[in-house]
Each structure stands twice: as C-alpha cells, then as structure tokens.
C-alpha cells in the first residue's frame, strides 16, 4: 500500500509538470519578478488584514480603516455600514463566494455581506471577537474561523449559523488553519493537532499527526486539490491522503521549517504551483516547485522582505487575482508581483561604475564585461567569469576565425574557445569599438579619433585626418569590401580605406548622429538620432514615421521568430522584420509593435554614447540589452501575454454637486448641465496601459478613443434619453468589445419643456395673428383710403360726365328725333334711325347710372351676377353665342371695391369670350363661400396659346390682372382639356366681404 501511495503521488507530480507554463514561472527568481508598491503616499489604507477578488474583478481590501476596492488605480472607501456598523470600521477577514457575494469580517466579531452594492448583516448574537478567516466548501457552506476561545469556529448553512465545538469533535479553543480537499473533506488545525472531518459528517476525527503546544499551523490547498500544513516546527508539508494512524501510511517529509516559517500568518499555492507565505516579521516566503519534494528534489525557499522592496516586513495577507499577479497586504501598504518580461541578465554584476560592452560570438556564446571581468555565457545559458581584475574594458569582436579580441584600456587580448591569451602592447591605447572584416583584418576607432588597423602584430593608423584633426568615428560595422562607419563631422560614409565615399550627408541625417548600424541580407539598418533609414544598393531611404520608439535607436537586433527588436529612449520595441523592410516603401503598412518599458521589468534607460551595437542575441535564444541600470536579457520565446478582456464597470455619475456610485438606469434632475461620468477595467497587471473607448448616443457621433482617461465629461445636454457605453483593452490590447453602459435620462427644466415650447408657439401665433391683424387693418385702412380717393375722383369725374358728354348727347338725341319725326312712319329709314335713337336712349340711360355709382358706389342694387348675365346676353344675342350663369349658394354683399373690379374684370373675361373665342357657349359661375368668392367664366371655343398668355400687347389680360392684384385676388387663365379657355379669379373673404 505505501509502494503503490508512493506512485500515485508521483504520477500526480508528473502531470502537475506537465502542465502548461503559467504567470509566474517557479523558476525565476522571486527577484527577477516584478515588484510594484503602493503606500499611503498612494492612498492605499494601511494595516492591510485580508484581500479577495469579487468576479467583477475588483481588488477589495480589508484593512485597521475599513473596506476598499481597487481598480488598479483608485482606491475607494465602501461606505455603506452594515446594520451599527460605522464607517471605517476594521476589517480582518475577506471571501469573494462562488456567487459573487463578499464575506466580510470585522475586528469587532461583526460578519456582513456585500451583495449588489448593499451591505447584508450575517453577525451571530455570540461572535464579538475578531474574524480571522472564511472558507466556502463545497456545498456552499461558509465556515468562519475567529478569536472567541469559546466557539473559534463557526459554520453558515441554510440561513443559520452552528457553533462548531464539542459536539463536533472541536474542542480546542484556537482555530488556527481551514482547508478543503479535492475529495470534499474539510481540514482543520489547532494548537496541538490536525482535525479532519468526512463528506457528509458531522464529526472530526484527529489525524494523530503531532504537534508542538502552541505553534501556528497554516492549511492551504494546492492545484491537485491536496491540503498542505506549514507550522515552525515542522515546515511545510503535504499531508497524507489517509490517515496517520493507518499503518501503510507513508513518513512525512517536509520543506525544513526557517526561523520566518515560526511567524506565518497564512499560505497560498498559485497557479504554477509555487507556494506564498506572509509572515509577521519576515516578509513574504516563497517555495518553487515543492512537490518536487517527493520526487527526492530540494524546492528552493526563497525570502522577500523590506530590504528587497517590500512595503513592510509585517505582511499579513496573500491572494493571486484572475491574471496570475500575486498581491500581497501588509501593515505599510500593498504590494503586486507580476511576470517580467525583462530581467537582469544572471550571472552578470547588477553595476559596473564604467558601464557594459556585448558581443555575440558565431558559437551562439555571448561575451560581456563589465568594469573588470569579462563573462560569457554559453549557447545553454551557462555564465561564467573567464577574466577578472581588467581595467576599463573597451571592445569586444570576432574574426573570421572564431578568434575573439578584447581589449581594455592598458591590455590586449586573443581568445579561443573561452581561453584567453594576453597580447603585449608597446603603448597604452584606447578603442571604443572593433570589427572585423572578411579578409581577417581587424579595425579599431579610437576614442580620440580615427582608424587603427591590427595586421600580423603590427598597429597601422589608416584613417586620414581631417583638416580638424583625426576624424571622430562613433561606430562602424563591416560592409562589402570595406566598412561601413559613421564620421561626425561628415555623416555614414562607406571606407575602403584610403578611399572613403559619403552616402548620407551629415546635414541630411535626422538628429544629426547615428547611433547604430545593423546590416540585413544586403541592407543596413542605420538608427539615428532621429529615426531610422535604410542603405540599399548605396541609396538612403527613411523611414517616414515619427513614432516614439524610433527616437534614440541605440541598439537593434533580430531573433528567430521573424522580428526585429530596437533599444530606444522609449523602451524596446519588438516589429516583424518583413513590415519592417516594406515600411520604407509603404509607409502605411501596420507593423504591430510591441514595446517593453518600466513596467515590463526594464529597470533602466537605454546606454547613449557608446559606439557598440547595444542589442545581441546568444545561441540560447536571449536577448540581451545594454542599459544604464546593467544588463537586461529577453526570452522572445517565453513572453508572457495578458489574454484576459478586461471586466468593464461603470463606477460614478456625478450631476451638480451630487455623484452616485455605480449607477443603474437613472434620471437626472432638470438644470443638470454638466454631467460626469467615471469608469473603469479591471485588468491589474499594468491598470496604465488599460485603453478605453466610449460613446454617448444622442451626443456622441463614433467613439472616442479616451486612451487611459477613466472620466467622460458633457456640459449642456438637452432634455431626453441617453445611453453611455464603454469598452477597454488590458495591457497587451485584448478588447472587451462588450463593455459597459449605463442608461440615463436628463429632465427638461420649465423652459425646457413641452408647456414651454406650447406656451413659446401660442406667443409666436398670437404675435403673428396680430401682426397679421395690424397688417390687414393697415391695407384696409390703405384701400379705404383709395377708396376714398377714387370715390372723390368719380364724383368729379362723374360731375363732369353729366354737365358735359351726357348733356350734349342728349341734346343731339332731341335733334335726331325732331329729325327722324319729319320722316314718314313706314320709311325704313325712320324705323332705323328710331332702333338707334332707343339704343342711344339706353345708353344714356346707363351712363346716368354709372355717373350715379360715380357718386356713390353703394347705392347698386343690382346683383354681381345679374350685371354679368345682362352684359353676356347682350353679346350673346349679338354674337349668336349660349349663355349661361350660375350661382350655387345665396350671394353676398361685396366689398364696394370689390364688387367694382370683379364686375370690370367678367365684364372683360365675357367680352374676350363673345368676340375672340369663336365658339358657341359662354358659362358664368359665381360662388359665394365662407373662405371667400370664385368666379369662373369659361368658353367652348377654339382656346388660348401660351404665346398669346405671355404677349405684352394683350392690354386685356394684362389690366384684368392689375385690377386683380389691386383687390388682393388670384387669377389663373388656361386652357381647358376640352377646348376653350377658363379665367379663374378668387378672393379671400377678409378682402371680398365688408366688416360687421
């Protein structure tokens, strides 16, 4: 039975490593993980007792000033008290459950929990000490550890809680640790042994392990689901899957206990299996790998305390959140590890007081050295120290051979193989950079200025000088048959020494310097100060892009995965090397850049000055970078990448001087002008680098790109229904395209209002009416004043008529009639003359009348459509034409002036019938209604042309019109689909009817 535990546990070993590698790899050292800390300069709440992660992804803290939660970049009191609980009140205990809900326990034995926003009382009438710490099995039971001796434990289920005591197989009065294992049994420790209790028990049964009286024993689960005990006297162990007692059991064995393991306040095992301890007086601990343990391996027990960084030696909780960072709360404040990227190359002194130089060999061995030692580290990540106690190391380079020559400021060096031999020098000399080119020459530039070359053990000078002197020359590389350097005073010049031919003058390079130079198949990538260029074929081109991690290029370097990687002022910078090499043609194309800074572990700016290429790569795959703060290496293989979408939440809106926190749907008072709306995602890794995008329909017309602002700001938003939405990326870019949003709606004030606007448009119709009205009254006043005038002018018009024309026409018809009288009776003559005399009779007659309309135009009598009908019969009867009139409603008295001109304006329509339209009928309508009068006077003849419409000489038409417009009338005239022509003339009834 021991033989065949043995081999399961082995087994399951096995497969915990093979699983797939995670966050924080077991391997690297805790050092070489990247520390952030907040303190109370930061806001963080000090005295940090618990820590959890609710699913939404806020970060809560439980510390002496109450409870927090942080998104990474705020941190926010909970303000709502729970049932007598004040505000600030102390929190020792914190579990996010499976549901969502949040346990808290409070220094005083208080026990709340927070669901949606509102704190719910869960306090038992007998907890009045401090909570320690929760548990939810299974089932769904909560148990809560506190410090009343009299009931330390206790359990939640079904609504109510149980002492768990005697009667439960407890009967100690310290709780000190709680776990489940995978198999649903629960674990428990106090001061003097290990209490196990069965699924579906209600009774723990005791281990038999011994203990010390007194000690601390802590219980954590790991990945596999088996519980695992850390006490001071016996470290920190797996326990058995059976009972102690069993007699096939196997022998405990343990990760020897330290002086720090005496101090453990709780354990944690995070994704990669790893163990994390805090501690009262010694920081955070850390095992790798410790089930190798059982695999006969020695897990290496690592310390993290306030001498390496941490906020303080007294940490008192752990947690690993959603992304695999660890966090850890201590009496100072809170502190984050996360995967670095970047790391200090091992091996290599962490400062070097005249800084680094890299070279990679043809082996895949890299060489560096550092103010007095030159290591290298092998093509399997071997370092090693292969020269100790040098002056001021200067260059480093290899020649077709394999010979590697190293020089420092009074030695000379030949290496083969790692062995290096000591060259005499007859003078002290002192070189920035070598090279060597294919027909095994090696060039040096010196630091003062110039070339020297080293042949067959002689030093030969062989660059000319300059008429200043000797030319500075900052960095060179081999190129064709000769070198590719860059002089100062004239720019990248191509030496074939002494020939020297300049390519890209000094005036055309941007920033004026070129930091370095990396040939590519048969191109060189040549990084200046102020960008990057490409040499093809002897023609510069540039890259035409101003992009921040393309300023200060000192260090480029390929890999093998197809990218290039650039060491600039802004970081490193990681782009595929084939939309590299089309950038310079296709400046558009999107290279997918990845920069590594600060907060990917890169702990010091890129080296600015030296002439060496700053990037190499070793056969082990590393990169590796020279910086101000030592070397730093990069595995392009094992990036870590953030593919988590960052949950999005909305978490303030605040309208005048009030702000709601994490608003649902909600209306805002009328008068809310300026509206604030906070937000924010919860991806911890680096909160800096989270983007947002946000929208609010109704004001917004696309997105806006908010970069990492979590605010939004709108002033003066009308009245209506609106709806915010926001989406954010975590820092390596993955989008929650889902987001967030947040329905509102924004009351309109008075003068906002649809009463208002109503009231606004019955003004404007009322101001309208009466500027309608005063119009009117002005062109009544105007037309009776015409009127008037008229009626003056007929009177005098009509008084000379009379005296005058009327007079003297009847005094020739009394002489025509004494004529006709001498005349016989039968005469036919007579007859003629006497129809005439009737006819001028009549005349004179109706001249008398309209002289007495003259006078007083009120004074008809005779109906609109009688003095019609009687003009169209009398042409009709001339002209042999039918006639016919008609009035369908009851007619209507007319406005004097009215009436005048639609009489003179029929009396023309009917003429322009009877005598042009040669046909046969002559239809008259006249049509009194409430919006006012029509009259129609059609014909069945041969029509009109649109010529003749349109001619001026028509005087007709072109009076009957005036007289139109002086009276306020329309007046069509066309003609009709059936032959002949229709005037059509309409009056309003505010111009055609007099006013009562």
């Known amino acids: 039975m021991r033989y065949l535990l043995a081999v399961l546990l082995g087994v399951s070993d096995l497969i915990l490593c093979a699983a797939p590698a995670y966050a924080l790899d077991p391997d690297v050292s805790i050092t070489d993980l990247r520390h952030t800390r907040w303190t109370a300069e930061d806001g963080v709440p000090l005295g940090i007792y618990a820590l959890a992660q609710t699913p939404d992804g806020f970060l809560w803290t439980g510390s002496d000033s109450g409870l927090h939660r942080f998104d990474g970049v705020r941190f926010e009191m909970v303000p709502a008290p729970a049932n007598g609980a004040s505000v600030g009140e102390s929190v020792s205990a914190l579990m996010a459950a499976r549901n969502g809900d949040l346990w808290i326990g409070y220094q005083s034995g208080r026990i709340a929990v927070l669901r949606d926003g509102k704190l719910i009382d869960r306090t038992p009438s007998y907890s009045d000490r401090w909570v320690h710490n929760f548990l939810e099995d299974r089932t769904g039971a909560v148990w809560a550890q506190t410090g009343n001796t009299n009931h330390p434990l206790m359990r939640y289920g079904a609504g109510q809680w149980q002492i768990i005591g005697k009667q439960w197989g407890v009967d100690s009065v310290f709780a000190w640790g709680i776990a489940e294992s995978k198999d649903g049994r629960i674990w428990l420790s106090d001061r003097a042994k290990t209490l196990v209790l069965e699924p579906g028990e209600q009774h723990f049964k005791s281990t038999q392990n011994p203990a010390t009286d007194g000690e601390v024993k802590v219980l954590a689960t790991d990945r596999s689901g088996q519980v695992w005990q850390s006490s001071g006297a016996n470290g920190t162990r797996r326990l058995p899957a059976v009972l102690r007692a069993h007699p096939d059991a196997p022998t405990l064995i343990s990760v020897p206990a330290s002086q720090a393991t005496a101090s453990l306040r709780t354990l944690l095992f995070d994704r990669d299996g790893s163990i994390w301890a805090v501690t009262y007086a010694a920081g955070v601990i850390r095992i790798g790998r410790p089930q190798g343990l059982y695999r006969g391996g020695k897990p290496v027990e690592e310390f993290f305390t306030a001498k390496e960084g941490l906020s303080s030696d007294r940490a008192l909780a752990v947690l690993e959140d959603r992304e695999g960072n660890i966090w850890v709360g201590t009496s100072a404040g809170l502190d984050r590890f996360t995967p670095a990227n970047i790391r200090a190359a091992a091996g290599v002194q962490p400062y070097s007081r005249f800084g680094y130089i890299v070279m990679a060999a043809r082996d895949g061995t890299v060489y560096a050295a550092d103010s007095d030692s030159l290591y290298a580290t092998s093509p399997h990540g071997a370092t090693s120290r292969v020269l100790e106690g040098l002056r001021n190391p200067q260059a480093l380079c290899e020649d077709a051979a394999g010979v590697v020559w190293f020089t420092t400021s009074d030695t000379f060096f030949r290496g083969v193989g790692q062995r290096f031999d000591q060259i005499p020098l007859e003078k002290r000399r002192n070189f920035l950079d070598c090279v060597a080119t294919r027909d095994g020459r090696l060039w040096f530039n010196r630091t003062r200025g110039g070339i020297t070359r ?543």
């Open 454 to 996: 080293y042949e067959n053990g002689e030093w030969i000078e062989s660059l000319p000088d300059g008429p200043d002197g000797p030319l500075k020359v900052t960095t060179l590389v081999p190129y064709r048959d000769g070198l590719l350097a860059h002089v100062r005073s004239q720019g990248l010049v191509y030496m074939t020494l002494p020939g020297t031919k300049v390519l890209w003058k000094k005036s055309d390079i941007p920033g004026g310097e070129i930091d370095s130079l990396l040939p590519m198949k048969d191109d060189v990538l040549v990084a200046s100060t102020g960008g990057l260029a490409r040499l093809r074929d002897g023609k510069i081109t540039v890259l035409k892009r101003d992009d921040p991690w393309l300023q200060g290029v000192v260090g480029m370097v390929d890999d093998r995965h197809g990218f290039t990687w650039l060491l600039s002022r802004a970081g490193i910078a990681r782009v595929s090397s084939d939309a590299l090499a089309r950038s310079f043609d296709r400046p558009d194309v999107d290279l997918h850049v990845r920069l590594f800074d600060f907060d990917d572990g890169l702990r010091g700016p890129a080296v600015t000055g030296y002439s060496k290429n700053s990037a190499v790569q070793g056969g082990d795959g590393v990169l590796r970078f020279l910086t101000t703060d030592g070397i730093a290496q990069v595995q392009p293989a094992q990036l870590t990448r953030n593919r988590l979408p960052p949950p999005v939440r909305i978490t303030g809106l605040a309208f005048g001087s009030r702000r709601l926190r994490d608003p649902a749907s909600t209306t805002l008072p009328a008068g809310a002008s300026r509206v604030e709306i906070d937000y924010t995602a919860l991806s911890l890794t680096i909160p800096k680098r989270v983007r947002f995008r946000y929208r609010l329909s109704g004001a917004d017309d696309d997105w806006v790109d908010a970069g990492n602002r979590r605010q939004a700001f709108y002033t003066n938003l009308a009245p209506g229904d609106y709806r915010f939405e926001v989406i954010a990326a975590n820092n390596d870019g993955v989008w929650n395209q889902q987001g967030a949003s947040l329905d509102f709606k924004v009351m309109p004030t008075f003068m906002q209002s649809i009463w208002f606007k109503g009231l606004i448009a019955a003004a404007l119709a009322l101001m309208l009416w009466l500027l309608y009205a005063l119009r009117l009254r002005t062109e009544t006043a105007r037309l009776r004043d015409r009127f008037d005038a008229q009626i003056s002018e007929r009177t005098r018009i009509a008084r000379d008529l009379h005296d005058t024309l009327l007079q003297g026409m009847q005094a020739m018809l009394l002489n025509f009639q004494a004529l006709a009288s001498k005349l016989s009776p039968d005469d036919a003559l007579r007859q003629q003359m006497e129809r005439l005399l009737d006819r001028t009779q009549e005349t004179i007659r109706e001249g008398r009348d309209r002289i007495h309309l003259l006078r007083d135009p009120e004074a008809s009598t005779m109906d609109l459509a009688e003095c019609l009908g009687r003009h169209a019969q009398e042409l009709a009867a001339e002209h042999q034409l039918l006639c016919d009139v008609s009035v369908p409603f009851p007619p209507r008295p007319l406005q004097p002036v009215v009436y005048e001109e639609l009489r003179q304006i029929g009396r023309e329509a009917i003429t322009n019938a009877c005598l042009h339209s040669k046909g046969a009928r002559v239809d008259i309508g006249l049509t009194y209604i409430n919006d006012g009068v029509v009259l129609v006077v059609q014909d069945d003849g041969m029509g009109i042309s649109e010529e003749r419409l349109g001619a001026e000489r028509h005087w007709g038409l072109k009076g009957m019109r005036e007289r139109a417009r002086l009276i306020g009338a329309t007046m069509s005239v066309a003609a009709r689909p059936t032959g002949g022509t229709e005037v059509r003339i309409g009056i309003a009834a505010e111009q055609a009817y007099p006013k009562h």
